[in-house]
């Protein structure tokens, strides 16, 4: 796709494929004069659709036809008689099977975007796959496309990241609360997992990261980090606490804790972006 791209300068917008099937139980095909009206009326109503750059079907294909010594230029279904449509599409290699299969009981259609928005990506192909839904409730419909792929692929990462954080938080919560068992040692993790969250996101935003496959991953691996050196350090302090017998101030045995315990959580947390960035390096 690529390599055609190039070669002939055409725009990289994203397009999406829709494949409209008969079932088994329709009779005939789709070069019949309701149905190719039928689909001529989706194809314009997908058009209209905002955000959209063109629509293309076989119905609103433009092309040039012999008819009785005449050669017509226009919109091929309009300028050629319906009892020569099976000859005259069905026989030209650039619409079949590219628009419709060769037994004419498929039909696709092309809609490309003005550009690659996120937003307009998800919200689009929602709407092209209802508008196809009610234009066509007795045949087979599906999406296709990069884009429709690119795009059911991020929406149900978000959907499993969300999921697996709350879950997470919840599970964290009640596992801290059962080694410290008080509220103000359980938010710390917490509130320091929220705030370093933040702040990674926020430094992504700035320097221009983009959200992969791989860097979704890095909300999940900061909380399990910061939970970790949380845990570690306030298991210290309260060690150091007890041995203490009261006879150092708090602030102080917070320090010597953090003095005793920072090349351990240093390790463990260099250890753990050495290991990612190995995966950033290569091809994942």
Same mark, same amino acid.
């Given at each position: 796709?690529?390599?055609?791209?190039?070669?002939?300068?055409?725009?990289?917008?994203?397009?999406?494929?829709?494949?409209?099937?008969?079932?088994?139980?329709?009779?005939?095909?789709?070069?019949?004069?309701?149905?190719?009206?039928?689909?001529?009326?989706?194809?314009?109503?997908?058009?209209?659709?905002?955000?959209?750059?063109?629509?293309?079907?076989?119905?609103?294909?433009?092309?040039?036809?012999?008819?009785?010594?005449?050669?017509?230029?226009?919109?091929?279904?309009?300028?050629?008689?319906?009892?020569?449509?099976?000859?005259?599409?069905?026989?030209?290699?650039?619409?079949?099977?590219?628009?419709?299969?060769?037994?004419?009981?498929?039909?696709?259609?092309?809609?490309?975007?003005?550009?690659?928005?996120?937003?307009?990506?998800?919200?689009?192909?929602?709407?092209?796959?209802?508008?196809?839904?009610?234009?066509?409730?007795?045949?087979?419909?599906?999406?296709?496309?990069?884009?429709?792929?690119? =795009?059911? /692929?991020?929406? %149900?990462?978000?959907?499993?990241?969300? @999921?697996?954080? &709350? #879950?997470? *938080?919840?599970?964290?919560?009640?596992?801290?609360?059962?080694?410290?068992?008080?509220?103000? =040692?359980? /938010?710390?993790? %917490?509130?320091?997992?929220?705030?370093? @969250?933040?702040? &990674? #996101?926020? *430094?992504?935003?700035?320097?221009?990261?983009?959200?992969?496959?791989?860097?979704?991953?890095?909300?999940?691996?900061?909380?399990?980090?910061?939970?970790?050196?949380?845990?570690?350090?306030? #298991?210290? *302090?309260?060690?150091?606490?007890?041995?203490?017998?009261?006879?150092?101030?708090?602030?102080?045995?917070?320090?010597?804790?953090?003095?005793?315990?920072?090349?351990?959580?240093?390790?463990?947390?260099?250890?753990?972006?050495?290991?990612?960035?190995?995966?950033?390096?290569?091809?994942?």
């Amino acid at each position: 796709e690529k390599k055609v791209r190039d070669q002939f300068h055409l725009s990289d917008l994203p397009t999406f494929i829709g494949l409209i099937q008969l079932k088994n139980s329709e009779q005939g095909n789709w070069l019949q004069q309701d149905r190719m009206t039928q689909l001529s009326d989706a194809t314009a109503r997908l058009k209209d659709i905002p955000g959209v750059s063109e629509a293309l079907s076989i119905a609103t294909v433009d092309g040039a036809t012999d008819v009785h010594g005449v050669l017509n230029v226009g919109s091929l279904v309009e300028m050629t008689p319906p009892a020569m449509w099976s000859q005259r599409i069905l026989g030209d290699q650039l619409l079949s099977p590219g628009l419709v299969s060769k037994d004419a009981r498929t039909v696709m259609v092309y809609v490309q975007l003005q550009n690659a928005n996120v937003d307009l990506l998800v919200s689009f192909e929602n709407q092209f796959r209802k508008t196809l839904s009610e234009s066509f409730p007795n045949s087979q419909v599906s999406i296709g496309g990069v884009p429709a792929v690119q =795009t059911d /692929l991020g929406l %149900l990462l978000d959907k499993e990241l969300r @999921n697996f954080l &709350v #879950l997470t *938080v919840v599970i964290c919560a009640l596992t801290l609360f059962l080694i410290f068992q008080g509220l103000a =040692t359980m /938010l710390i993790p %917490l509130v320091l997992t929220a705030f370093a @969250n933040i702040m &990674v #996101l926020a *430094v992504m935003a700035w320097t221009g990261l983009t959200f992969t496959v791989l860097s979704t991953t890095m909300p999940v691996i900061i909380f399990i980090t910061v939970v970790s050196l949380t845990t570690h350090t306030l #298991l210290k *302090v309260n060690e150091n606490f007890e041995d203490s017998h009261e006879t150092q101030s708090k602030w102080k045995l917070i320090l010597k804790s953090n003095k005793e315990i920072w090349l351990p959580n240093l390790l463990g947390s260099l250890t753990t972006c050495v290991g990612y960035l190995t995966l950033v390096m290569g091809k994942v």
